[in-house]
């Protein structure tokens, strides 16, 4: 177990989700004008895009969150940061592309500088060249600004999986599928973005340990708790323990607190019990700026997770608390 931890922390420290600084306490009071404003320009300064050249939907989700921020609900910075972090187009040059060279050379033009709408006419004509350029598809549904449109992209991009080499498959598929599911994730696509990281599961069966963390809390907050014990049944591995309490979660919300509930739960504490006072509302989620150890960091990780398909069930943070 020990082994495992340590594993699990140094894995933990190279996680996208360490790259965002860390959120406002769901308790902290109402904010003022200057501290919103200092609130916004620290969430502006952890988005890897100019603020000029985001999407549409990232302005009008920045003012959502602060103006529920405004009035002392900031758990929305937590999730919207998340999001927004996770939702950035992957670089392609700093992995083999996912598409043929002549569309590869196109992609490659792309600078992150530019015109969300000279981006998409270059993966526009990167598609007409190879019309299984999964990269151009992923790029045309990061920066589509209707959910149906995004949708159709990314199934798209799933569905060209297939003709790509085996080893590519293998190697880079699953990291797209995760940024595909992270985006449907943050609109609220939960069913879509199952369906397009499950295919990861074949594609990379010995090291696709993220997908099954993703994917046991996508089963959690869509209440698909058979599918949910069937991932852990066959999962040998879980580094952040976020499959532990998933699966604590899911026995509680069919049978209470049974036996087996609080045995499946005690099991996570010992993977990760820093985490079940994220969980259980004990501790606030971290404010910005605030300095996090490799252990706080390690438990931060799986509530992020957890944390909405735990409020999706009833009684299930007192039941952790107590």
Not at 149 to 159: D, G, L, M, N, T
């Amino acid at each position: 177990m020990a082994t495992k931890r340590k594993k699990a922390k140094k894995r933990a420290k190279r996680s996208r989700t360490q790259s965002r600084t860390l959120f406002p306490s769901p308790d902290s009071a109402h904010m003022g004008p200057e501290e919103l404003d200092a609130l916004r320009q620290s969430i502006v300064g952890q988005i890897p895009l100019p603020e000029q050249d985001w999407p549409p939907r990232f302005a009008e989700c920045l003012e959502e969150a602060l103006a529920a921020a405004a009035v002392g609900q900031t758990e929305l910075i937590e999730e919207l940061v998340m999001a927004m972090v996770a939702s950035m187009p992957p670089d392609i040059q700093e992995r083999p592309p996912l598409c043929n060279a002549s569309a590869a050379e196109v992609l490659r033009e792309i600078d992150s500088s530019e015109d969300p709408g000279i981006i998409t006419k270059k993966a526009q004509r990167a598609l007409d060249l190879d019309p299984h350029a999964v990269d151009a598809m992923i790029l045309l549904g990061d920066f589509a600004t209707d959910e149906a449109e995004q949708v159709a992209y990314y199934r798209r991009a799933s569905e060209s999986a297939p003709h790509l080499d085996r080893e590519l498959i293998r190697r880079v598929m699953p990291i797209a599928r995760i940024h595909m599911a992270s985006n449907l994730r943050s609109a609220g696509r939960l069913t879509e973005a199952t369906e397009i990281l499950v295919p990861a599961l074949r594609e990379a069966p010995e090291d696709e340990n993220e997908v099954r963390v993703e994917l046991s809390s996508l089963y959690l907050w869509l209440g698909w708790f058979d599918e949910l014990e069937e991932l852990v049944e066959s999962t040998d591995e879980d580094e952040l323990g976020v499959m532990a309490y998933a699966r604590a979660l899911a026995a509680f919300a069919a049978g209470g607190a049974s036996r087996r509930s609080r045995a499946l739960l005690q099991f996570a504490f010992e993977l990760n019990g820093y985490a079940a006072g994220y969980l259980a509302g004990r501790l606030p989620m971290p404010q910005i700026g605030d300095p996090l150890s490799p252990e706080q960091q390690f438990a931060v990780q799986a509530a992020e997770r957890l944390l909405p398909g735990l409020r999706s069930i009833d009684g299930a943070m007192a039941w952790i608390r107590n």
